[in-house]
């Protein structure tokens, strides 16, 4: 999978997306990850790229030519599935637009600042637009990494046996359950003897059961959701 990143701040982008298990998709060539300044764009030497809103109001708009040309010029040479937009006002990322999204195989995504974008470059470029939260980040790189995380790490070959994404919280619209490791007893804290049973079967259905308690608990919402 290809995915390219245009933003005005590159930086934001760069270590999120090169270590752990994101180095490991990038060095195996599963996840191609190329990020574009939109500076490179900009309508002057000065590097502009932003100006003041039309009918007044505090904040600058990003203007619509450099984002049209760099779309363009990077659509020239590979044919996205999705232009996306990290906004606030989009509709909530989730691990079902994850799975969606890691079976595209060119994704293009673009990172607004200060006030957003100019809304005619919303209308006739941009695919799909997607939150992270219902709150307000000061640009759209911290949730474009949050993206390209949850979603390269879907990708086959990215996970192994031992990080495998199955079990993971959500993929079933059930929070993981709890683990544990050495010490067996940890300050007169016990592991639940169940996981020393060496029986998979019961250790399954008690996995299941604490995942399902956990759900019903904590985040009883999911429990109504569905793919
Ligand atoms: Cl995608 N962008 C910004 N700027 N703020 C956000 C967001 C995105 N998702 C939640 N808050």
Redesign the pocket.
């Known amino acids: 999978m290809r995915i390219d990143i245009l933003t005005v701040v590159p930086e934001l982008l760069e270590s999120p997306l090169s270590h752990s298990i994101m180095k490991r998709a990038r060095t195996k060539g599963l996840l191609e990850v190329n990020i574009h300044h939109l500076r490179d764009w900009a309508v002057n030497e000065y590097g502009q790229v932003d100006d003041y809103q039309y009918g007044g109001g505090a904040g600058m708009v990003m203007m619509p030519e450099p984002l049209a040309n760099a779309i363009e010029a990077l659509s020239a040479k590979t044919r996205y599935d999705e232009i996306i937009y ?3 006002d ?1 509709p909530p990322f989730n691990q079902s637009t994850a799975n969606q999204l890691s079976l595209k195989e060119n994704l293009l995504i673009i990172c ?1 600042h200060y006030k957003g974008i100019d809304e005619r470059i919303r209308q006739h470029f941009i695919t799909m637009d ?4 219902d ?3 000061s ?2 790189e911290l ?1 474009a990494a949050v993206v390209v995380d949850a979603v390269g790490r879907l990708l086959p070959g990215v996970l192994n046996d031992e990080t495998s994404a199955l079990f993971d919280s959500f993929q079933d619209n059930l929070l993981a359950p709890p683990v544990y490791t050495r010490p067996a007893d940890f300050r007169g804290l016990k592991v639940p003897d169940i996981l020393l049973s060496g029986d998979p079967r019961k250790i399954e259905e008690w996995r299941h059961d604490q995942s399902v308690q956990r759900t019903a608990d904590r985040r009883p919402d999911l429990h109504q959701s569905s793919d």
Request: no cysteine; hydrophobic share 40%.
């Open positions: 990290m906004t606030p989009g607004g997607i939150s992270i939260g709150y307000v980040l640009g759209g949730a």
